[in-house]
């Protein structure tokens, strides 16, 4: 944000003469939009929401169709963290409808789809909820027209698979989460340390929900130490939701003892969360 404040804004509205080049209101959509995931990774969704809306009109000035479609898929994740699926879900529709007018992208289509089929779950509606993500698969076996955005993010087999984990969950289909969870663990390499720990997380609540805690002890144990230093919102707070899921279980003793380690873990990233929070808040307080 201070690049965006201190280099890239200055140019867009600093000058005595417009801005030629509409690429440079695409640099400047794309790395807003970037700036909202991170806020929204360290827990700041208004602050997301804002950088979002901010990206998206952005896009419109810099001309990129498809940057603004991505940008309203994030916007409807973002609905999604803040329990508004119908919200969610007309941010997806509203992404598919400008997507339609071209540039084709077969992933981007993906993505707005599995973010419908989120909604849809959500609402506790299955049969539209598996025929959105459905329609997402066949998508991604869609060709473009043209090369991409190159602000746009991919969304693979691996990220339907993350989308469908969530769905399956919404849905309480344990034994389905499961499923999707283990296809995220084999589509994302250990290396992506991120995408593979969400992936191992689902698989931990599946099988809390199926009465498998100390199955559940021992994939927990091996995402702990690789995320030690993730300074993610979103992680600290699944793990602090699988602590309290393993509660009625601590007459086990495996199950006490991983209760005991992450509770060391999460006192610990409590600290980095605080100073992550902490050190965003020092700088939005610099003069703009």
């Excluded at 640099?27 to 970037?34: F, K, N, W």
């Excluded at 700041?44 to 901010?54: G, K």
């Excluded at 963290?81 to 077969?106: C, K, M, V, W, Y």
Aim: include cysteine; hydrophobic fraction near 40%; glycine fraction near 8%.
């Amino acid at each position: 944000m201070k690049y965006l404040r201190t280099e890239v804004g200055p140019r867009l509205f600093g000058g005595d003469d417009p801005v030629a080049d509409p690429g440079v209101f695409t640099a400047a959509a794309g790395l807003t939009e970037m700036a909202g995931w991170m806020a929204h990774d360290a827990g700041r969704d208004d602050r997301a929401y804002s950088h979002f809306l901010r990206a998206f009109h952005l896009s419109k000035a810099g001309q990129d169709r498809q940057l603004g479609v991505h940008v309203l898929a994030s916007l409807s994740h973002l609905a999604h963290h803040r329990a508004d699926p119908t919200g969610a879900i007309r941010f997806a529709q509203a992404g598919e409808s400008a997507l339609a007018e071209g540039p084709a992208n077969p992933e981007l289509r993906a993505r707005l789809l599995a973010m419908q089929a989120r909604g849809r779950a959500a609402l506790g509606d299955d049969h539209e909820t598996r025929t959105l993500l459905g329609k997402a698969e066949s998508a991604l076996g869609g060709s473009s027209s043209a090369a991409p955005s190159e602000w746009v993010s991919h969304f693979d087999s691996g990220s339907l698979a993350s989308e469908a984990a969530r769905c399956m969950r919404q849905l309480g289909r344990p034994a389905e989460t499961q499923g999707q969870a283990e296809a995220i663990i084999r589509l994302r390499p250990s290396n992506r340390t991120r995408s593979h720990a969400f992936g191992q997380l689902f698989l931990t609540t599946a099988l809390i929900d199926q009465g498998e805690p100390e199955h559940a002890c021992r994939v927990l144990q091996d995402v702990v130490e690789p995320t030690q230093s993730l300074g993610s919102y979103l992680v600290v707070q699944q793990l602090r939701e699988i602590y309290e899921r393993l509660t009625p279980y601590t007459g086990i003793n495996t199950v006490s003892e991983t209760r005991q380690m992450l509770a060391e873990t999460l006192r610990q990233r409590a600290w980095l969360q605080q100073w992550i929070i902490s050190g965003t808040s020092d700088a939005q307080a610099e003069p703009r």
